[in-house]
Nanobody, 114 residues
Framework: QVQVVESGGGLVQPGGSLRLSCAAS????????MSWYRQAPGKERELVAV?????NSADFVKGRFQISRDNAKNTVYLQMNNLKPEDTAVYYC??????????WGQGTQVTVSS
C-alpha cells in the first residue's frame, strides 16, 4: 500500500522559515519524480517545486523555496524561506512516475501571519 505523508506545516510569522517533509512508502522512491503543490482558499492548486528521480530540480516561487530529496529516507523536503502571507496554503506532495502513475499526500497547512 502506497502512502505519501506530509509534515512540518504550521503557523509562522512573515519573513520566517519552515521546512516541510514528505515521506513515501510502499513504492520504489528513487524511481519517482517528487513535487510540491499548494492550494490557497478559493484558488487552484499550483506547482511550487519539482525534483526528478535523478535529482534535477526547479522551483517556481522566485527562489525562496528549495526542494531536495533523500532517497535513503524515502523523503522529499521543501525548505521555505522569507515566507509571506500569500504563501498561506495547504501544501501537497506528489509522487509520479514517467508512466503517469501518481500518488498524492493529504496535505499540510502552512499559515503565514503576524
Amino acid at each position: 500500500q502506497v502512502q505519501v505523508v506530509e509534515s512540518g506545516g504550521g503557523l509562522v510569522q512573515p519573513g520566517g522559515s519552515l521546512r516541510l517533509s514528505c515521506a513515501a512508502s510502499g513504492l520504489t522512491f528513487s524511481r519517482y519524480a517528487m513535487s510540491w503543490y499548494r492550494q490557497a482558499p478559493g484558488k487552484e492548486r499550483e506547482l511550487v517545486a519539482v525534483i526528478t528521480s535523478t535529482g534535477n530540480s526547479a522551483d517556481f516561487v522566485k527562489g525562496r523555496f528549495q526542494i531536495s530529496r533523500d532517497n535513503a529516507k524515502n523523503t522529499v523536503y521543501l525548505q521555505m524561506n522569507n515566507l509571506k502571507p500569500e504563501d498561506t496554503a495547504v501544501y501537497y506532495c506528489k509522487a509520479v512516475l514517467n508512466s503517469g502513475v501518481a500518488y498524492w499526500g493529504q496535505g499540510t497547512q502552512v499559515t503565514v501571519s503576524s
